[in-house]
């Protein structure tokens, strides 16, 4: 879930701080009493906060302190900022962290693993993510097929200079915002500048015949006694025939470059998507793949629909187009059908989240956004985790000055800048260096003051460099994995997980007992759950990496969740299965599972046991497991014969428990040791930090203050031992979760 949807509210108009923090806390007791095992925060660094009274750190704070299992996952944890470093390494172990400067490497290993992404590798010993493979492509305008998109291309250029010069001496952020768009759209395609210079033409237009109205509305600024004075009237007069003026000014600008625009679209293909026609087939042959995927990223949904008519009509391509208006759903289903047959996926930036298209190799960028890191986004669509081939990303650049000029310190000399500190350009590096105003800033001054753009990019990339520098040095601060440690026979315990075959055989037999149907097909398993849609699944969550077309079933899916909802542990009232185990050679007697829990208020630990009593009353241990496995294996054939009556169940259920207390006794102990060993670790802890902030304290110069510091935190010390003593307490709960009685049939 989102970090935002439990971080405590600190404000809201119009409640009062009583109704703000009985919010606070309906909202994080679901969670708290819901007694999860694990908690999992990614990008943990985003809840350091600059202070503790940050509200994400609260909220996660008050997790950590609930949940026994923490992992915290980063690849940007230090930021340069020790406190900030400090406070993220306390949600693990907030005694362990409570001095200041950074922690050495020796107080680190035992809480952080760091392992780079270019050192992941598969089952079978190759890396997790594949090579890749960036080129600038610069598109120019040819003289004689493209004279008029050329010409369009200055005059659209010098009216956005124009105009956005007039934005800055009117102060005018919104219309200065407008004129940097239309730069941008007209970078992209003539189609993108011709709509938006249309419905800015229309909006002008509206404008135009509310002017009087308009000025009225805002002739404050003359104030009570100038509105008194006796030319007034000629004054606003005034004001409204020179706003008339300049709308009629930029009114005749606009409709010029509309007919210029539409002219180019009527007789002139753009030199982009004439390129981008050129190319496609040229890949496709390269590569020897006639059905080669394509995933193209523009940021307008102009240029979007002109790509998919221009590769349909005249290229004869099968698109697919995702954008921001589409939900989920529609995206998802247009994900699929790009998979399953479709050539080209066209979208916009709306699907450089939460998509993953490992199946496609080839990623074009039509046009450049003014921030590295959406590229990053983009091309980490496919540069992921399953992906096979290496990864080819064409940014296409139009030949014009102002683009180029910028892609060349972003890309060429930022590039440069990282391979001499042996930085992996990866997004998460970006994302803790690069700053979004700063990088706009340099389009700007391209744009404006191309005469000062060389010493602009020059500080700017000074700048950036300090920043890496600080990243390297505080990186050398974590402790690293070597690349030797990590071999491919370490993977074998996890490398075949039962779970998923679990899963998917708990989910056929449900589905049997409720009578309903379901088919075995190519993608997973298709059927219809009471209360959803009919549907295709998979229970192999890697695989569905790789394929967007079933739906992944997991623990914590809802089909599963359900399952599972109507599955209880036994009760000592519940009558007992009579069971006939065919095609086995068996022992009459009892099969059952237990499960063992331990824990006091710091630490918990399970134990789940199969117990097979035979009716001579003796326990068969290795029977028990063979027996438990064959069932977790699907390969035992059992059909229940009838049910014990209620009182001999009782009865029989009393006998087996008390059986099942005496096997796992030494199991109990054993248990009971290890938590008491952590737990007073806990305790060595919190009184070294104890006596670590009495030294502090003794080192206060003002006697009164040293005192009664001292003094509240004695009192501090002596209620945590008291509420230690009654916290670290060991409680054990047995619980049956299957018991059956096999017979002879």
Known sequence: MSLDALRPLESRQGWSKARIEEYNKFRIQSVLEADFDLLIIDECHKVGGSTRMVGRFNMADILCNAIPNVLLLSATPHRGKSDHFRRILGLLDADAFEGEGVPAIAELQPFVVRTEKRQAIDYSGKPLFNKRNTQKVVVGYDSARHQKQQKLFYSVTEYVVNGFNMARQIKNNSYGFVMILFQKMMSSSTQAILDAMKKRADSLSGERSDIRETVINNIEEFGYEGQLEFDFEQKLDLMVRETQINYDAELDILQRLI????????TETDTKTEYLLQILPELKQKENDHDLKFLIFTEFVSTQNMLRQVLEIKGGFRCETINGSMDYDRRLLALRNFKADTQVLISTDAAGESLNMQFAHIVINYDMPWNPMVIEQRIGRVDRIGQTNEVLALNFLLNNSVERRVYEVIETKLNQIMADLGIDKTADVLDS???RESISSLFLESLLNPERFEQTSQTWLDDIKQKLKDYKSTEGSLPTVNS?????????????????????????NYLDSKGIQYKLLLDG????????KEQVYTFNIRESLNNPIPEPVSLQHEIAQTILSES?????????????????????GSFSLWHLEVKNQFERSDFYH?????????SFPAYAQNLWTKLIQNQLVFKIHDDMS??????????????????????????ESKIMDNTDRIEQNKIRAFSFRE????????????TSRLQKLEKDKESWLHDYDSAKQIVQNLSCLLIVKIING
């Open 433 to 435: 260096t690069l700053e």
């Open 610 to 618: 199969p117990v097979f009593i035979s009716d001579e009353g003796d």
């Open 695 to 706: 030294r502090q304290l003794s080192k206060i110069g003002i006697e009164n203050i040293r």
């Open 568 to 588: 209880v542990p036994h009760q000592p009232s519940s009558n007992i299965p009579l069971i006939v185990i065919q095609n086995d050679k068996i022992v009459t």
């Open 484 to 508: 030797d440690e990590i071999k491919v026979d370490k993977v074998d315990s996890i490398k075949h997980s039962p779970i998923p075959n679990w899963l998917e055989n708990l989910t056929k």
């Open 525 to 532: 398993l298709g059927f219809r759950f009471p209360g959803l």
């Open 646 to 671: 209620s009182e001999e169940s009782s009865s029989f259920f009393e006998f087996i428990h008390n059986k099942a207390e005496g096997l796992l006794s030494s199991k109990y102990s054993e248990m």
């Open 259 to 266: 007919r210029e625009a539409q002219e180019c679209i009527d």
